[in-house]
């Protein structure tokens, strides 16, 4: 591979890794919402939607980790 395209996956990658910081601080506020749900609430609709929600951020964001390991490896 050449510099140039190296240079440009580096480029992505960055790019990659500010979107998983921003979707590892939406999780965060996502998960801290649904903790702060009163216990008599957690077996609510509500409750399991947020739960739902952080699931599947923490996928995603694995997804995003699994996608920059597949560019890194290219690039070696």
């Known amino acids: 591979m050449n510099k140039i395209r190296r240079k440009?996956?580096?480029t992505i990658?960055?790019?990659l890794e500010d979107i998983k910081a921003d979707l590892e601080e939406i999780t965060y506020e996502e998960e801290e919402y649904r903790d702060n749900i009163?216990?008599?609430l957690q077996s609510s609709e509500k409750y399991?939607?947020?739960?739902?929600a952080c699931d599947n951020l923490n996928d995603a964001a694995d997804t995003l980790n699994e996608v920059?390991?597949?560019i890194t490896t290219a690039m070696e």
């Open 68 to 70: 920059i390991d597949s």
């Open 48 to 52: 399991e939607r947020a739960d739902e």
């Open 38 to 40: 009163p216990e008599n």
């Open 13 to 15: 990658i960055d790019r």
């Open 8 to 10: 440009n996956l580096q």
